[in-house]
C-alpha cells in the first residue's frame, strides 16, 4: 500500500455540487497538506494541519474546506464545485522535523 | 514572504547530454530547499535536498544540486540524461510555519 493514498483518483462532477476528497497516511507524519496543481502555476496551498486540532488556512482556502478526522486522515471538500476548480489535487504529509514532503498520487477531479 | 523561480517552463535534451534545471529562491533567512520529480500520472517524488553544509548535494536517479548563496541558486544537475528522466520537476523551499513553497515547475523532454 501507497503510504499517502488519495481516493477517488479521478472524478467529474457537476457545477453546485458538494464533493469530498479524501486523504490517508500511513507514514505517522502530524503533518498534513492539501495543495493544488494547474498547468503553469505548479503547486499551491489550500490548507493544512499540523495536528489534529490544528487547521490552518493556505493561500487559496475561498471555496474549499477541510477535515481531520484522525492523525491519519485529512479530507477536503468544495462545498459547491465551480468549474474553475477542476485541477489536480495533491496531498502531503511531512514529519515536523523533517521539512521535506510524501506525495500522494493526486487526485484529477473536473468540474463540468 | 518566500518565493521560488524557474526560468525555464520547457527544456529539452538529447539523450546521454548533460542537464540543468535552474532554480532562484527568495527568501530572508537560511533556505530549507528542495527539487521534485513528478513524472506523468504520478505525485510528487523527493530528488534531493539542502538543509546546511556541504554546498553540492546528491539526489536519488543520479541527480545532485549546489547550493549558491550569493545567487540565491540551487540548480539541479545531471551529467548524462536517460529517456526515464523525462518529466516535470519543480524546486522548494521551506519556509517558516511549516509549509514549502514550490516553483511552476520545469518540464523536461528526451529526445531520442
Known amino acids: 500500500d501507497a503510504d499517502v493514498t488519495q481516493t477517488p483518483r479521478n472524478r467529474i462532477t457537476k457545477t453546485g455540487k458538494r464533493i469530498m476528497l479524501e486523504c490517508s497516511q500511513t507514514?505517522?507524519?502530524?503533518?498534513m497538506y492539501w495543495y493544488r496543481q494547474d498547468p503553469g502555476l505548479g503547486l499551491r496551498l489550500i490548507y493544512y494541519s499540523f495536528d489534529v486540532k490544528d487547521i490552518n488556512k493556505g493561500e487559496i482556502s475561498d471555496g474549499y474546506s477541510v477535515s481531520r478526522q484522525a492523525q491519519a486522515k485529512f479530507s477536503l471538500s468544495l462545498e459547491s464545485a465551480i468549474p474553475n476548480q477542476t485541477a489536480l489535487y495533491f496531498c502531503?504529509?511531512?514529519?515536523?522535523?523533517?521539512?521535506?514532503?510524501?506525495f500522494g498520487s493526486g487526485t484529477r477531479l473536473t468540474v463540468v | 514572504a518566500q518565493s521560488v523561480t524557474q526560468p525555464d517552463i520547457h527544456i529539452t535534451v538529447s539523450e546521454g547530454a548533460s542537464l540543468e534545471l535552474r532554480c532562484n529562491y527568495s527568501y530572508g533567512a537560511t533556505p530549507y530547499l528542495f527539487w521534485y520529480v513528478q513524472s506523468p500520472g504520478q505525485g510528487l517524488q523527493l530528488l534531493l535536498k539542502?538543509?546546511?553544509?556541504?554546498?553540492l548535494v546528491q539526489g536519488i536517479k543520479g541527480f545532485e544540486a549546489e547550493f549558491k548563496r550569493s545567487q540565491s541558486s540551487f540548480n539541479l544537475r545531471k551529467p548524462s540524461v536517460h529517456w526515464s528522466d523525462a518529466a516535470e520537476y519543480f524546486c522548494?523551499?521551506?519556509?517558516?510555519?511549516?509549509?514549502?513553497?514550490f516553483g511552476d515547475g520545469t518540464t523536461l523532454t528526451v529526445k531520442p
Open positions: 522548494a523551499v521551506y519556509a517558516n510555519a511549516g509549509k514549502s513553497t
Open positions: 539542502y538543509f546546511s553544509g556541504d554546498t
Open positions: 502531503a504529509t511531512s514529519d515536523a522535523g523533517a521539512y521535506d514532503y510524501t
Open positions: 507514514k505517522g507524519h502530524d503533518r
